[in-house]
C-alpha cells in the first residue's frame, strides 16, 4: 500500500503563485509515475500533469491549459512531489488531488490522495 498526502493548498490573488506538496509514503519502491490532477465544483476531474521516471530520466507532462504556468518536480529522498504553481487564475480553483501509478505509461492510477483546496481569487 501507498499513502500520498496532499499539502500546500490555500488562498492566492490571480497572478500569483501557490506550491503544492505530496507526500508518498509505505510501498513506494515501485512507483514510477505520480500526477497531480483536479476538479472544479460542478465539473469533472481533469488531468494537470505528471512526472514518470526511471533509473536513468525523468519526463514530464502538462494539460495544455497550465502549460508554461505550472511545472512539476520530484525530491525522490523525500518520496516527494511538487507542484509550482505560477500565473494562477480564477479558473485553476478546484481541489488538486496527487495520484501514483506503478506503470509509466497509466491508464489509471493505483493510489489517490484526499486532496487539497486551491482558490484563486480575481
Known amino acids: 500500500q501507498v499513502q500520498l498526502v496532499e499539502s500546500g493548498g490555500g488562498l492566492v490573488q490571480a497572478g500569483g503563485s501557490l506550491r503544492l506538496s505530496c507526500a508518498a509514503s509505505g510501498r513506494t519502491f515501485s512507483i514510477s509515475t505520480m500526477a497531480w490532477f483536479r476538479q472544479a465544483s460542478g465539473k469533472e476531474r481533469e488531468f494537470v500533469s505528471r512526472?514518470?521516471?526511471?533509473?536513468?530520466?525523468?519526463?514530464?507532462y502538462y494539460a495544455d491549459s497550465v502549460k508554461g504556468r505550472f511545472t512539476v518536480s520530484r525530491d525522490a529522498g523525500k518520496n516527494t512531489v511538487y507542484l509550482q504553481m505560477n500565473s494562477v487564475k480564477p479558473e485553476d480553483t478546484a481541489i488538486y488531488y496527487c495520484?501514483?501509478?506503478?506503470?509509466?505509461?497509466?491508464?489509471?492510477?493505483?493510489?489517490w490522495g484526499q486532496g487539497t483546496q486551491v482558490t484563486v481569487s480575481s
Open positions: 512526472i514518470t521516471w526511471s533509473w536513468s530520466a525523468a519526463n514530464t
Open positions: 495520484a501514483a501509478s506503478y506503470s509509466s505509461t497509466p491508464g489509471k492510477y493505483d493510489y
